[in-house]
Structure formats: C-alpha cells, structure tokens
C-alpha cells in the first residue's frame, strides 16, 4: 500500500461526524470488534474488543486484558466533530437566476478558505416511523461536490487582498443550482436527499446536515513530508487511536477509545465530553465486568487518559504569534500541550508519563504553550476531567492552518502519535 494510502482512504470517508464513527465501526468489526447495544446487560469476555454508542456521532470502543486483570483503564479521547457550514430547515435561498442554501456557521471555520472549492452534504437525516419518539434516523453521505462557494470577483472588490470581512449571512451560502423553469421553489434539498435515501421527501421530517469540503487529502512537498487534508483537527486523532486500539494488545486492564462529539461548539450536549454520558458507559463496563463499585474507584484511580487533539505549530510567516521558548514545529514530535488556566489538563504528573510512554516508544515530543497575549482554545481534557478523577494529558499533532478548509500536518509525526499510542496501550 502507497505511503498515506489508508490514512487518506480513511478521511474521504470520515467527512462529518457521524461518518467517521460509520467508518470507524466498520474498521474495527473488521478487525474482530463486537457491538455491544448500550441497553441491557453486557457479557464481556477477557481478550475481546467491543464498540457501543448513545449517538450516531459517539463511540466507546474498548479491548480487554487477554489474562482478565481490569485494574486499570487507559483511555484515548477525540472528537468527531470538524468547523463546519449546518444547513438551516427550509434552507432554499433564490435570486439573479441561482439557487443557494441558508446555512449558519458550526465552530470556528477560517471563511475566506471555503471559497471557490468542491463542497458536499452529509449528517443524518430524520424520517417518520411507526412509534412517535423514536423516529428512524439515517446517514447520508453525498460523497460527491454538489455545491460549492464561488468568491467575488477582484475586479469587483479591488481591496479583496488587503483584507475584506466577510459577512458569513450573505456570502457563505453554498451555490447548488441554476433556477430553471418547472424548478420547485421548495423541497429542493429534500427531493436530492430523498432520492439518495430511496424513500418520499414526505417521510423527511427533519435534518442534522452539514457542508464539507469535498477535496481528497494528499502528501505535498518535494519529499511528501506534509499531510495536505481537510479535517484533520481532529479526524486525523481518530483514525490514529482506532488504529493504536486495534493493534495494541493489553498486558492488563483494559484498553479504551472515547469518540466524542460536538467539542467545536464546547462539547455541551449529550454526546459530547461535558456530560455524564461516558460516565454511564463506564458503569455499563464495570458491570459488565463484574468489579465491585468499591474496587472500581480503586480501578479508575490507576487509571490514565490521553486527550488527543490537534496542537498549533510555530508558523514560519508569523513567527511572533508562537510562545518565546515554546515553539513546535511539524515533524519534530508529537506535542504536548500545557496551559496555566486548565484550558488543557496537563499537569507535571501526566506530562511526565505521557513522556515516558514516548521515550520508551522512541518518539520525540515537543510543548506548546500559549503565547501570554494571545489566548488559545481548549479541547476535551479537562472536560473529561470534572468527571473523572485521574490523570489526563492533552496531546496532538503539530498543524498549521487549523480549521482551514485544508489543514497541513505532518506525515512523520502520524506514524509517531500512532507508535506512542500503541505503545501506551501495550503498557
């Protein structure tokens, strides 16, 4: 297989979050994993690997000691969801002879970057069924550029290149369609998707839908040292984790993978890192395990947990922006992010073991630290850390260009987080 074959495979098919955990069950029922419904009583087995989920765009996936000692967990954490354009209800918008779709932005997308790129539709759309409160929910994925966002010409704009704001109401609507004669003013969208679906745009009652760019993602650079490929924030830390759980085999304890999502509009539903729901899906492990409650605090304080999540490197146009001391660059080590605020949930302890899992894994590590006027984001990890009470390290892949349409990061430093992610796992 070409170098970054997989990796790329991956991400064309992991386009929005639902996909990616569609994607990310397939990977892991074809290497052995069992599904486990997160109702009724689980039957867990020593040496085997499972996957459950509340939410189309959650996963837990975990592998238990082959010798059935479960005194401690260790634990991956990443987010599923990517910036974004969700499609409004009714999201029809005619004038000057084109059809376009109302749109409100998802998280911190970078505008300008979406303009004048093939652009798709996926989520999960909501049809009618037989029982009120559970209609039936499916995936779509249009898996080819329906739309797309054509920028003003510079003749028309002359200070374009000086910097324009852009006005996301007005100028961010993705283009689908000429208008043509006998064209539905309504139901457009519905009648594409229903016929995707192969059901009437009557049984569509609602949607959870959200325009992706539609590129490919590739190596660039005179020796394909650089991942060129949207979503990689933080897509990319998936894929390194299902690959880290499926090829790490726990000498105790158990092994586990925490997909959640929502962490680009702070994490604050159901499915995302500030809720008890993993907390209820550890209840079901324990369970399912046969631990005591008394000893399953005793198993959670051995416990680790790794918040994987991408990390901004020292751009070499802006070299001012990066911290004086602590500046990462692409392909010198994954990195370990630290915060004074708690925005990550690194603290010396976890640093400290989190650096030795990687020397023992002959991996190089870098710090990043904010610039002290330049406040940064957070991630997952000490979200996770209200919940739980054990050690957690924030950690990722250097990028440039994060939340672009396109991000770039580094080809070495994968394999890198992949290898110190297996090797945490073999511990």
């Known amino acids: 297989m070409d170098k970054g074959q997989d990796f790329f495979e991956y991400m064309q098919k992991a386009t929005v979050a639902v996909c990616t955990v569609r994607e990310t ?25 499972y996957y459950t989920q509340t939410s189309p765009s959650m996963l837990l996936a975990f592998q238990t000691a082959a010798n059935g000692n479960y005194e ?24 000057d002879g084109y059809r376009r779709l109302n749109m409100e932005i998802y998280g911190g997308p970078i505008f300008h970057t979406w303009f004048d790129r093939p652009l798709s539709i996926a989520g999960t759309v909501a049809l009618r069924s037989d029982r009120p409160l559970a209609p039936e929910l499916r995936i779509v994925d249009l898996q080819k550029p329906v739309v797309t966002i054509p920028s003003l010409a510079i003749h028309m704009n002359r200070e374009v290149n000086k910097g324009v704001e852009i006005k996301a109401q007005k100028e961010m609507l993705p283009l689908i369609a000429t ?31 959200f325009v992706y760019c539609a590129e490919a993602g590739s190596l660039v650079g005179a020796e394909e ?3 060129s ?22 000498q ?11 962490e680009e509009i702070g994490s604050l539903s159901r499915q995302g890192a500030d809720s008890m729901n993993f907390n209820l899906l550890l209840e079901k492990l324990r369970q399912g395990l046969s631990i005591e409650a008394a000893a399953w605090t005793d ?32 392909n010198r080590g994954i990195v370990i992010k630290q915060s004074g605020n708690k925005a990550y949930a690194s603290e010396a302890f976890s640093t400290a073991a ?63 987080m992949i290898r110190a992610m297996t090797a945490f796992y073999s511990l």
Request: aromatic share 8%; charged share 25%.
């Open 25 to 49: 069950k397939n990977r892991l029922r074809q290497a052995g994993f069992e599904e486990l419904s997160p109702a009724g009583k689980w039957q867990l087995q020593a040496g085997q690997g």
């Open 72 to 95: 401690e967990l260790r634990i991956i954490g990443a987010h599923t969801d990517n910036p974004a354009l969700k499609l409004k209800p009714a999201p029809e918008v005619d004038n």
């Open 179 to 209: 208008l043509k004669e006998k064209m539905e003013k309504e139901n457009y969208l519905l009648r594409l998707l229903a016929a995707e679906l192969g059901v009437e745009p009557a049984a569509i009652l609602d949607f959870d839908l």
């Open 225 to 227: 040292e650089f991942i």
């Open 229 to 250: 490929c949207p979503r990689i924030d933080d897509t990319a830390m998936v894929y390194a984790a299902m690959q880290a759980l499926i090829a790490g085999k726990p």
């Open 252 to 262: 105790t304890g158990v092994n586990a993978a925490l997909f959640v999502d929502h």
């Open 299 to 330: 198993t959670l304080l051995r416990s680790f947990f790794i918040s994987a999540d991408g990390a901004h490197a020292c751009h070499p146009a802006y070299p001012e922006k990066c911290d004086p001391t602590n500046r990462p660059k692409v």
């Open 354 to 416: 989190w650096q030795q899992v990687c020397e023992q894994a002959q991996v190089p590590y870098q710090k990043f630290v904010n610039h002290a006027d330049i406040p940064g984001g957070k991630t997952i990890g000490s979200l996770i850390s209200r919940y739980l009470p054990i050690p957690i390290v924030d950690t990722g892949l250097a990028m440039l260009a994060m939340h672009s349409a396109r991000e770039l990061a580094g080809w070495q430093d994968m394999e890198d």
